[in-house]
T-cell receptor
């Protein structure tokens, strides 16, 4: 099976712009989670989608949003970018059952200037 | 906020030695998982231990879980230079709102 893919891999944006990141999960996986990783805060959970519904959400401002499509692909959007949004954004997919392990994509490195 | 806290933050050993990393957490969990991340890349799942298990093995990895102390340890035996990476513990909790909460990780350097 193909792994989790994320596009783009690298992105440079200017403060105030918006950005959309894409994640394609492993075939058959219905759950997609998003994480933000920074040197200062580490890995922080953004949100999780299961069968097109947001099932769980972390403590991030409303500028961070996401959605999941019927084919389980997911997008994450950040509006009005701030310098502090510079991070590695990781997407992970899983089957979605309670005791699951997550399979991570390579991440999208976002730099906000 | 981080649930798991790894200890030590950094560990440097020689090839062939064993490496032990510890993780402590605060609330009740369904399971605890360990992941590895090579520099700036995605995470790779290593092992999952359920809350009713005490020890689990996978190849050169041995994980223990002590729910009474809310702690876990990851032992890598006969380490190799390729094991150089950051290691994270992640606690899984919740029912319908299940999520993983990661610690800040241990940076392991294995010197050849």
């Amino acid at each position: 099976k193909a792994g989790v893919t994320q596009t783009p891999r690298y992105l440079i944006k200017t403060r105030g712009q918006q950005v959309t990141l894409s994640c394609s999960p492993i075939s058959g996986h219905r759950s997609v989670s998003w994480y933000q990783q920074t040197p200062g805060q580490g890995l922080q959970f953004l949100f999780e989608y299961f069968s097109e519904t947001q099932r769980n959400k972390g403590n991030f401002p409303g500028r961070f949003s996401g959605r999941q499509f019927s084919n389980s692909r997911s997008e994450m959007n950040v509006s009005t970018l701030e310098l502090g949004d510079s991070a590695l954004y990781l997407c992970a997919s899983s089957t979605g059952t309670v005791l699951y392990e997550q399979y991570f994509g390579p991440g999208t490195r976002l730099t906000v200037t | 906020s981080q649930q798991g806290e790894e200890d030590p933050q950094a560990l440097s050993i020689q090839e062939g030695e064993n490496a032990t990393m510890n993780c402590s957490y605060k609330t009740s969990i369904n399971n605890l998982q360990w992941y590895r991340q090579n520099s700036g890349r995605g995470l790779v799942h290593l092992i999952l231990i359920r809350s009713n298990e005490r020890e689990k093995h996978s190849g050169r990895l041995r994980v223990t879980l002590d729910t009474s102390k809310k702690s876990s340890s990851l032992l890598i035996t006969a380490s190799r230079a390729a094991d150089t990476a950051s290691y994270f513990c992640a606690t899984g909790s919740g029912g319908s709102n299940y999520k993983l909460t990661f610690g800040k990780g241990t940076l392991l350097t294995v010197n050849p």
